[in-house]
């Protein structure tokens, strides 16, 4: 069970204090096949992330404590501000909102990819279709370009290549989907302990399922 307290902030940008949830302890019970984590009870990851509600600066709390230049405040306030207007503030944006502050500050195009994929988890949660789709485009986007961009570990390789052909299936996208679900079998460095990623392709390529089955241990 999900459990969770308040927690002040103050925005390093305009200087507003709000309270947003933090999370204390979670239970995981499985997992979805683009890696969102079955929980018992309430969807932690809204909390996990927060967003000032006045100018849209977002992030982990780690970069509610980091000092930023005038120009980043500048961009904040002429381009994420008007983002609050497209929706309630929950998961899905607040994730969008440091995604996109993320990409600004520089951060690698790995960590701007899992907000975006995370963002994409809540906005299923939170069933808003648009920001989700928004979402896991984005977090394909920038998944190829760090897998292109070599920053991401071998092993790690054949599951975020997996990873997107699942973003591309569960956007639609089937062609694109099946031309990334290819490419997983030549990204395999350990053919024992990735066994279950060619697995789960062939599951997702055939008769695709919603999470992950028992027996792959993921
Ligand atoms: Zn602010």
Redesign the pocket.
Known sequence: MTMMEEKSFT?P????VFQDGIIISTNQMGQYTDFKPVVGGLFPFPFYVHA?P????AGYEEDFQAQYEDDFKKW?KSELTGELESGPLYGGLKYLLAARCAHRLGKTRREVADLYLRGAWCAQDEEAPELEARCRKEAAVHFESALAAGEIDAKERAPIVYLVGELHRRLGDSEAAGAWFDKVAGEIVDSQEQSWVLKMTGIQRENPVDTFPEELGQ
């Open positions: 925005c940008v305009d200087g507003e000032c006045v100018c849209g600066f904040v």
